[in-house]
């Protein structure tokens, strides 16, 4: 029998052909994974690392006045954030928060003086490895559970910021009555990620100071993909957001930015609730809701430098903190880095986020504005 020459291609063609079966095993993986019973699984694991979190933690310092049932409690976790908490305290008692559960993680600064002189504020410390904990989420969830359910929780970290379309005439009470009453029992956002004017290293933030005041701007160019995360091999079950900032400055050819900008901080939480990891909440359908807000994110200050050393040298972020190894090559190699540019945007209202598209209006046709000697009141810090 004669054989005919070989294809003098045939070693690129074998290249490809591996390089396909690599890219349908990561995706049949992915399926796997987004699976009944491996979702089952998951969720059986999160439970059960709850039920361990629940035990590391510490009562501090009861609030002067629990959160009622209706109102909406705000939960975060913290560590060294003096300088920001104010801020963020008097941010969502302005929306109408009925209270704070703060849960600080070995915090070296006077993070805990400034929560322990908050009438409103439970605090809680966190005796455990962040990262161990889902990157504090298992705690988050274990304070929840003990609060108690059913009833709406707001789960931000100290550096975000949220808010909603008229959300400086509509406080969260109405918001969460409006989201019943349209079937929804979450709102996911989109994580903005704010800059000043000056180069990152120049962007000075003064404690007690307003975080939006000192970074003003943000990006317009996002991609926003619903579809993505209903694909059977969807790697999360979230909307993808794609641009901003990071993208623009932080990509290098050999590393893309590729971070998740989504989160699911508003939820009426019953015993199904879950977070599977800090960016996705269970069901899923929590985070593909049609009314969503944004996450205002306040990272780039002045002191990114130190945090990201300080992110690195405790290894408590994801992956051991490697993004943010590759958040400081970059700093280090341009140390007049600077994210404002022409196309940059000024936050001047909720009003300003819906106009260019970055989240949707909400249907307040219907719904009254509440006088404001009938709002939620604001209590002294």
Partial sequence: MVKGPLDPDWRDHLDDARRNLRHWWKRLRRGLRNSAPAVAVRRNDRRVAIRAAAAELRLLKQAEQPSTVSGV????????EEARLPDFLH???????????????YSRDGSRDVAMAAPDVQLLA?????????????????????????????????????????????QLPELVRLLERCGQKSMPVMMLDMYGPLSVARTRFMSGASMLDTCPFHDVDYEIDVDAARQWDARRR??????????????????PFQGILAKTPLIFWDRRTLYLDPHMAYPFNYNL??????????????????????????GQHWKGSS??????????????????????????SSASLVEVGLMPPLPWADAPVVPAGERHPVPSA
């Fill in 91 to 105: 941010h969502y008692r302005r929306l109408g928060a009925a209270g704070f559960i703060l849960i600080d993680n």
């Fill in 323 to 348: 993004e943010y190894r590759h958040y400081l090559r970059v700093i280090e190699s341009n140390p007049h880095l600077t994210l404002f540019d022409s196309r940059s945007r000024r936050y001047r």
């Fill in 73 to 80: 409690t705000v939960v975060a976790c913290m560590r060294d």
């Fill in 289 to 314: 809701e049609p009314l969503r807000g944004a996450l205002l994110h306040f990272k780039f200050f002045s002191d990114f430098h130190d945090r990201a050393v300080a992110a690195i040298e405790h």
């Fill in 126 to 170: 966190a005796e455990g490895a962040y990262s161990e904990r889902l990157f504090g989420m298992d705690w988050v969830m274990a304070a929840i559970g003990q609060a108690g359910l059913g009833r709406w929780y707001l789960v931000a970290d100290i550096d975000e910021l949220f808010v909603y379309d008229d959300c400086e005439r509509r």
């Fill in 238 to 255: 979230v909307i993808h957001y794609r641009g901003g900032p990071r993208a623009r400055m932080f990509s290098t050819p050999d590393r």
